[in-house]
């Protein structure tokens, strides 16, 4: 199992950027899918973007023009670069991993079920 920490978010204008960050921990020998979520005031969490251990990506929605999300392997790392932010982008983002590989390689259909392990969350606040 892993154990994962985010960090990174704030309050931004809209326009702005943050990079979100997830620090892996626990048996990381083993490929997980990694994913970001996020969770707006009143809505059902949501998936944000996907990648694999080969680095393979997907995105939800049409966030892949503003976010980029990234793996670091040697540190251990998740990011999420986050460009373009809108009031609606704000939200409780969440760092998500799965053993084994991802099972999605085109377009992004995970829901909050299909990863075991969760971070606490950091609160991203865009204001207009």
């Known amino acids: 199992q892993v154990q994962l920490v985010e960090s990174g978010g704030g309050s931004v204008q809209s326009g702005g950027s943050l990079r979100l960050s997830c620090t892996v921990s626990g048996n990381t020998d083993s490929a997980y899918c990694m994913s970001w979520f996020r969770q707006a005031p009143g809505k059902e969490r949501e998936g944000v973007a996907a990648?694999?251990?080969?680095?393979?990506?997907t995105y939800a929605h049409s966030l892949e023009a503003r976010f980029t999300i990234s793996l670091d392997n040697a540190k251990n790392m998740l990011y999420l670069q986050m460009n373009s932010l809108k009031p609606e982008d704000t939200a409780m983002y969440y760092c998500a991993a799965e053993a084994g590989f991802c099972r999605y390689t085109s377009g992004y259909y995970y829901t909050d079920v299909d990863f075991a392990y969760w971070g606490q969350g950091t609160q991203v606040a865009v204001s207009s």
């Open positions: 990648i694999d251990s080969d680095y393979t990506t």
